[in-house]
C-alpha cells in the first residue's frame, strides 16, 4: 500500500507556500524574460506516470489537473459541497430517480491540440479504458468504478450516459476527480498504461483539454528534475482568461534544505511541498520573504504494513496510535 494516496474527497488541511516578494528580488525579475512565468520548487514527484489509468497520488493528479479537464469541477475555494461542483466539459446533467442513471449535455466546440473536437465517444472512450485497464495501483481499482459504473453509453455526439450498478450519491466528486479526467484517445492506448519517454513530453501523458499542455519534462536515474507547462490556446475556459499564468516552471530538490535554499535565494518563486518546520519558521523570518498558510484537497497519513514484524502484531499497532499526540498534529 502506497503511504501517499491522492483522494477524490476535499480535505481541509494545512499547506504552506513561500512567496517571494517581488520588490525585494527586483534584479532577479530584471534577467527574467517579459512573458509571464512563474518558477515553482518542490520536493514532490510524479510518483509513477501521468495517466489516469494509474495515476494516483497527489503531485501526478495535480499535473493531471492542470492539463486534463473533466466533465466537472470543483470550483476555487471549495470547501466540499455539493454546490461547489461546478460544470466544466459537461454544460448540465440530469439523474434518474433511483439514482442510478446519469446523463450529461456536453460543451461543444471543444477541441484537442490537433483541432479533433469533443465529443461523447471520447467520455465513452476514456472510462471504458480505466475501467478494462483495471491497473491493480491505479485509482479505478482503487476507488471501485467499475463496482460503481455497469455502462457508458454514447447518446448523441454531445451527450453521455452513466448507468450505474448501485445508486451513488457521490458520483459528482467521482467525476471531478482527476482519474476521471478524459483522455485523448490519440495518445491512450485503449489496453496500455502511458509511461514517461525521456525527450518526448506530449507521448509522456495522454491528457489534452486543459489549461496547459506539458512542453518539457526531465527524469534523471528516475527522480524528476524539472517540468514546464504552458498555457493551452484550445482550452475551452480560455474566454475567462484561464490560464492566468501563461508559462509555469517546476524545479525539483531532492530534500527541504535545498528548496529552502531556492526560495530564499531566488531562484524560484514558490516553494510548494515540503519545507520542514525548522525552515518554515526561519523563512518567516526572512523580509524578503511571504510565508501563505491556507487550505488544500489531500491528506497524509500513516500507513503499517500488517503483514511483516512488528506490525502484524495488533498490539504494537495499538501503541504506536496511542503514542500519536493527536492535539499536536492538528495545531501544528
Not at 103 to 132: C, M, P, S, W
Not at 229 to 257: M, Q, R
Amino acid at each position: 500500500m502506497k503511504g501517499r494516496k491522492a483522494i477524490s474527497r476535499m480535505a481541509i488541511v494545512g499547506i504552506l507556500i513561500i512567496v517571494i516578494v517581488i520588490a525585494a528580488v527586483a534584479g532577479y525579475y530584471l534577467l527574467r524574460p517579459t512573458e509571464k512565468i512563474l518558477v515553482m520548487g518542490t520536493t514532490d514527484s510524479v510518483e509513477s506516470c501521468l495517466d489516469p489509468a494509474r495515476a494516483y497520488d497527489y503531485f501526478g493528479w495535480e499535473i493531471i489537473q492542470s492539463l486534463g479537464s473533466g466533465l466537472v469541477e470543483y470550483r476555487a475555494g471549495a470547501t466540499g459541497a455539493a454546490e461547489d461542483i461546478v460544470p466544466a466539459l459537461a454544460t448540465s446533467w440530469s439523474v434518474s430517480e433511483d439514482g442510478k442513471v446519469w446523463t450529461f449535455n456536453l460543451r461543444q466546440g471543444v477541441k484537442y491540440e490537433d483541432g479533433t473536437e469533443f465529443n461523447a465517444t471520447h467520455v465513452k472512450y476514456t472510462f471504458d479504458r480505466g475501467i478494462g485497464i483495471a491497473d491493480p495501483d491505479g485509482p479505478f481499482v482503487g476507488i471501485g468504478y467499475g463496482d460503481i459504473i455497469e455502462s457508458v453509453t454514447v447518446v448523441s455526439k454531445y451527450v453521455v450516459r452513466f448507468d450505474l450498478k448501485i445508486p451513488f450519491s457521490a458520483f459528482l466528486s467521482l467525476l471531478a476527480c482527476q482519474a476521471s479526467y478524459i483522455v485523448d484517445p490519440k495518445y491512450a492506448p485503449i489496453d496500455t498504461v502511458v509511461e514517461y519517454k525521456a525527450g518526448d513530453a506530449r507521448g509522456s501523458h495522454p491528457m489534452g483539454l486543459g489549461p496547459y499542455v506539458l512542453t518539457k519534462w526531465t527524469r534523471e536515474a528516475g527522480k524528476d528534475t524539472e517540468m514546464i507547462l504552458e498555457a493551452n490556446p484550445n482550452y475551452w475556459n480560455v474566454a475567462e482568461g484561464y490560464p492566468k499564468t501563461k508559462k509555469i516552471v517546476i524545479k525539483f530538490y531532492a530534500d527541504s534544505a535545498g528548496l529552502a535554499l531556492a526560495i530564499d535565494s531566488g531562484e524560484i518563486d514558490i516553494a510548494f511541498r515540503q519545507l520542514s518546520a525548522t525552515d518554515i519558521n526561519n523563512l518567516k523570518t526572512k523580509t524578503h520573504l511571504k510565508v501563505w498558510e491556507g487550505t488544500g484537497a489531500f491528506i497524509q497519513y500513516l500507513v503499517l504494513q500488517t503483514k511483516r514484524a512488528p506490525f502484524n502484531n495488533p498490539k504494537i499497532r495499538q501503541a504506536v496510535a496511542a503514542a500519536i499526540n493527536r492535539t499536536t498534529v492538528v495545531n501544528t
